[in-house]
């Protein structure tokens, strides 16, 4: 069977970690929250990794939902599909440049989590695809063989080192799916001590946002008087906000780095007034 050391897990976009999702089931769960631009890897409902990730943009949202990994390809091909987008690209073969990346995971009907070239990197963490997932090519690399282990798919340590090691040794393995996938679409993201307010990407709460992030908290059984009484007092749209435990004093953050397509714009990170 394939086994893999146990690495520190990867950056983290927002200025605060983000909660493990209630819901994570026992074994191996992938989670990707769309407005976040980042997915997350549970194991027996601990997170061990994090990713940045570009999703699809507001003309090619990603859908939310749920599905297994049931095929995997490493070092695919790639030909353009029958999309107005498509009509002037031509097929490419596996590679380090390849559309696909090095590895490509299946979720459901064409949408997949896959690598992207170095020159789309600079656009991991917010929206730039046609709907699928693409990661880095050696983080769709580390999380394949943590799939791999994880599913007890019967793929010796050889075998794939030998495929990470030949870009254009194109294999599909069949996976028996014991790994899940979840994709969400939430606006609010909440540790012990503080909560992240996430950009509307696909303005879907567009002028409601505050009452989605209310009920939001409502759901995860927080009380969003306080996140709501400082996000109407935030200094606008533009402008990412964190307010430290035990004074209302704003203090400097990193400017966000998801474009703004609702309101309010940027990352507003607030920490909670102890």
Not at 200 to 226: C, I, K, S
Request: aromatic share 6%.
């Amino acid at each position: 069977m394939f086994s893999i050391k146990p690495v520190m897990p990867a950056l983290l976009l927002a200025a605060t970690v983000a909660a493990a999702p209630a819901a994570a089931q026992d074994g191996m769960e992938i989670v990707v929250n769309i407005p976040a631009g980042r997915l997350d890897v549970f194991e027996g409902g601990e997170r061990i990794r994090s990713y940045p990730v570009s999703v699809g943009t507001a003309g090619h949202a990603t859908p939310t939902g749920e599905a297994s990994i049931r095929r995997m390809v490493w070092n695919p091909s790639w030909t353009p599909p029958e999309a107005a987008w498509a009509r002037d690209e031509k097929y490419a073969a596996p590679g380090w440049s390849n559309p696909m990346g090095r590895v490509k995971m299946h979720l459901f009907r064409d949408y997949y989590v896959h690598g992207t070239p170095a020159r789309n990197e600079s656009r991991l963490g917010r929206p730039a695809s046609h709907g699928c997932i693409r990661m880095r090519n050696a983080d769709v690399m580390e999380l394949a063989k943590l799939v791999l282990k994880a599913d007890g798919a019967p793929v010796d340590e050889g075998t794939v080192e030998r495929l990470a090691a030949n870009p254009r040794a194109t294999r599909e393995l069949a996976l028996a799916g014991r790994v899940r996938v979840r994709i969400e679409y939430r606006l609010t993201e909440m540790d012990a001590d503080s909560v992240t307010l996430l950009p509307d990407v696909y303005a879907r709460a567009g002028a409601a946002y505050a009452t989605r992030v209310g009920n939001e908290l409502r759901g995860a059984g927080a009380d969003p008087a306080p996140v709501l009484a400082r996000l109407a007092g935030s200094r606008g749209p533009g402008t990412a906000l964190r307010i430290s435990r035990g004074t209302d004093a704003p203090l400097p953050v990193r400017e966000p780095r998801l474009p703004v397509m609702g309101a309010p714009s940027g990352i507003v990170t607030i920490a909670m007034v102890r």
